[in-house]
């Protein structure tokens, strides 16, 4: 099932944040002054928003800046999702600063917007006592066509979190471990694999080679294609990235015009075998946030 409705935040507060840069190797310090990053920032989403919209996607962007002030609100897909099963849930995130994207007002928006009771969210925030984190679709990268879990273990992805939630939702779960060029773990699953309809785009030499047959083997029975990324493609945002469906059930893959730089041209041929792709100038977002056009994006099933 691919998501013809989304949720995408304006980064009205983006900033360097230190907390999860730790663990982020993505993420670069701007020698931009916060203000002019932001409106900087700002330009690239409502640019983006727009496309979309003329691309027939329907999108939900709550206003919430006066009330947050979370430096990563940007990244909506990180503390909630919808499932196609219309439940909600809310995620336990490594970041203090990023605890509070969890807005009561914004939650009662989404739930008005995906005719979701309150008997259907479901709050997995109790394990931040624990230091115990999973942090939604960053962590997770869903397969709903064949209900699998794919996940790459690290600190803002704990194996005891993810195996209770893939067990709630009835998800098979590959869970492998997944390393840079220098070693260091891949913070989130999303910025090493993405998920489509008929294909698969993931940085294999990303995963530790006890994993890869596994991985592999797992996608290649459900994917007519798999589309192997290099390293340092993967530094350029080319996994993540997030195939969509307009109001008119045509398929569009969305990815930042780094990502699409970064692409070889017979990768490129390969994706426009299945859909048509949009490029989003986000030059600002990807380097000071350390997230891409897919960590923009949350889906409303």
Not at 15 to 30: D, G, H, I, K, P
Not at 166 to 177: G, K, M, N, P, Q
Not at 178 to 184: A, C, E, T, V, Y
Request: charged share 25%; hydrophobic share 35%; aromatic share 8%.
């Amino acid at each position: 099932m691919i998501a013809q409705k989304i949720c995408m935040v304006r980064p009205d507060h983006i900033r360097f944040n230190t907390e999860t840069a730790a663990s982020n190797v993505f993420q670069n310090q701007s020698l931009l002054n916060n203000n002019i990053l932001q409106q900087k920032a700002c330009a690239e989403f409502d640019k983006m928003l727009s496309d979309l919209r003329e691309r027939n996607i329907e999108i939900l962007t709550p206003d919430y800046s006066d009330q947050i002030t979370s430096p990563d609100a940007v990244f909506p897909n990180n503390w909630f999702c919808v499932m196609p099963n219309k439940e909600m849930h809310l995620f336990p995130m490594e970041s203090s600063l990023r605890r509070e994207e969890r807005n009561k007002k914004l939650i009662e928006e989404l739930k008005h917007a995906c005719q979701i009771s309150s008997e259907q969210v479901h709050d997995w925030t109790a394990y931040e006592k624990e230091n115990k984190f999973l942090e939604g679709t960053g962590s997770m990268v869903f397969d709903h066509f064949n209900k699998v879990c794919y996940a790459a273990l690290s600190t803002r992805c704990h194996p005891e979190v993810l195996q209770s939630f893939c067990d709630h939702i009835a998800y098979r779960l590959v869970s492998f471990e997944s390393r840079d060029k220098k070693g260091i773990a891949i913070y989130h699953s999303n910025v090493m694999m993405s998920i489509a309809e008929k294909y698969a785009v993931i940085c294999l030499d990303s995963l530790l080679e006890k994993n890869k047959k596994r991985v592999v083997t797992q996608l290649e029975n459900s994917k007519e294609t798999l589309i192997d990324c290099t390293l340092n493609q993967m530094l350029a945002f080319c996994c993540n990235i997030i195939q969509l469906q307009t109001k008119n059930n045509d398929p569009l893959l969305v990815m930042s015009s780094k990502a699409h730089k970064h692409f070889n041209p017979n990768q490129i041929k390969n994706i426009e075998r299945y859909t048509d792709i949009y490029t989003a100038s986000i030059d600002c977002i990807e380097h000071t946030g350390g997230g891409s056009a897919r960590c923009m994006i949350a889906e409303l099933f």
